[in-house]
């Protein structure tokens, strides 16, 4: 990899970064707001890597930046209005089965990775918190191997906010409709990566609608552009065919590696 060519986009990175801060703190006129300047090297060196072909699954489909849907609605410009908004949405035919949106839960203060589901179940429709069933006992371990949790560095989310009946697949047009409060999360929590749970949450993030999940597994693609995003199989999978537990942990070690976080049973 060529070092000025690295340097430069590292440049250009921290330029758009200082960008987005300026507009952040111009949209909440709080210019006291302190934000920490990521490290972009290792985004330029993944860039490059994925321009350069060094990877041949990367190379098999380049990263892809989802185009951004027109949005029919004001978006809330802060979490709390925007989880207010979601709780009174009618968007879409779920609104009329579920008992409570389940907006997300977990640290909203620049974490190191923000989790996509698929959609709420059972439970989560009656707590209104996600992954608290059987997938997110599991899905708890997962995180917690590898140094993430939802108290300090994680936040948790869905495509949908509203629990599908009997569970089934969310619809298109659903995942259409409630696409907009996800990206205005993952907008206004600022991960520093995103991790995508199955097909539903995977293809709609990485804008990749024909891909299996084999395809999508195991590499970076950058949301946006920017964000650095990772796809794994759901925990629900997981826990219907165990063979899964593998190519999953493989997948957490490489964002762990990627954010320098601790991984279970290797020393740092
Ligand atoms: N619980 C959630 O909150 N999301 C899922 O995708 C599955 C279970």
Redesign the pocket.
């Known amino acids: 990899m060529q070092e000025d060519k690295k340097k430069a986009l590292e440049t250009a990175l921290g330029k758009t970064g200082d960008l987005m801060n300026m507009f952040e703190k111009t949209v909440r006129k709080n210019w006291d707001m302190e934000f920490e300047q990521p490290d972009y090297s290792r985004t330029a060196e993944m860039i490059l890597r994925n321009l350069e072909g060094e990877d041949e699954k990367q190379e098999e489909k380049p990263a892809f930046i989802p185009p951004r849907e027109s949005a029919d609605i004001r978006l809330s410009l802060d979490l709390g209005g925007l989880a207010a908004d979601c709780a009174k949405c009618t968007r879409c035919r779920l609104a009329s089965t579920r008992t409570k949106t389940?907006f997300g839960d977990g640290c909203i203060a620049r974490p190191d990775v923000l989790v996509v589901?698929?959609?709420?179940?059972e439970t989560?429709d009656k707590t209104g918190l996600?992954?608290v069933?059987r997938?997110?006992e599991l899905l708890t371990k997962m995180l917690s191997s590898i140094s993430l949790y939802r108290e300090s560095n994680c936040y948790i989310t869905?495509t949908v906010k509203c629990r599908p009946p009997e569970n089934r697949d969310p619809l298109p047009d659903e995942k259409q409709a409630c696409g907009l409060y996800v990206r205005q999360q993952i907008a206004l929590i600022r991960p520093k990566a995103i991790l995508c749970?199955?097909r539903g949450a995977s293809c709609m993030l990485t804008g990749q609608e024909d891909c299996s999940m084999a395809q999508l597994r195991g590499r970076f693609f950058f949301y946006d552009g920017s964000i650095p995003m990772i796809c794994t199989y759901?925990p629900?999978a997981v826990l219907r065919n165990t063979d899964l537990k593998r190519p999953v942990w493989e997948d957490l070690k490489k964002l762990a590696r990627f954010l320098n976080l601790g991984i279970a049973g290797e020393r740092k």
């Open positions: 389940v589901g698929e959609g709420p179940g989560e996600p992954f069933g997938a997110g869905n749970l199955g759901h629900a």
